[in-house]
């Protein structure tokens, strides 16, 4: 697989600073309030959703429309929580001017680093820190989560009023093609091991 390239891979020391506009692969899981089983329910290993479950499935898919510098890859939207991975690629995520030190490119050095990266999906922060910046002003992934959320509130409250997200989503930031294909596989086989799920209730 060439879905990297080794063009997202980040030294682990910078993670604490990680600023969520700058280009990456992000593992995003989005609950209800309460874990409540609001987009539908499970059958036969395959997910049946209700009205207000297709909304949060046509809105995801509307996220690039909104937000062009946002790539989607799999994403499934779950009896009370949605799975889905983001990416998001820019042509200049402002890394290079930051690490621009007289003649020394440092951007292909920061993006070749080889990292240690999270053993298990579950290695995951709560999302949408940029630092003291007003997330809804750049383009950043709590921007347009942000947007999401909202969307899908305001429509399904046409339907059903006491609709709530969690106020937060959690991020795991990807950084390996065996991480990548680990949490897609994770993501598209989430309907079959329901039962197994840890927001399963």
Request: charged share 20%; with cysteine.
């Amino acid at each position: 697989m060439e879905r990297f390239l080794d063009k997202y891979r980040i030294p682990s020391a910078r993670l604490h600073h990680w600023d969520y506009g700058w280009n990456g692969i992000y593992f995003i899981t989005i609950c209800t309030a309460g874990h409540e089983h609001c987009f539908g329910q499970i059958s036969g290993g395959r997910m049946q959703l209700s009205p207000t479950g297709h909304l949060a499935h046509q809105f995801w898919l509307e996220i690039t429309v909104h937000f062009p510098f946002i790539e989607l890859d799999a994403f499934v939207v779950m009896p009370n929580h949605v799975h889905g991975i983001l990416i998001i690629d820019k042509n200049d995520d402002g890394r290079y001017k930051q690490y621009k030190r007289g003649n020394t490119d440092c951007r292909d050095a920061i993006y070749r680093v080889s990292t240690p990266f999270a053993t298990t999906i579950t290695a995951t922060t709560t999302g949408g820190i940029t630092g003291a910046h007003n997330p809804m002003l750049h383009e950043n992934l709590s921007r347009s989560i942000r947007w999401y959320k909202g969307r899908v509130t305001f429509e399904s409250h046409r339907i059903n009023h006491a609709f709530e997200w969690q106020s937060r989503f959690y991020d795991h930031i990807i950084r390996s093609d065996e991480s990548f294909n680990r949490i897609r596989e994770y993501i598209e086989s989430n309907p079959g091991n329901w039962d197994n799920d840890q927001f399963y209730n």
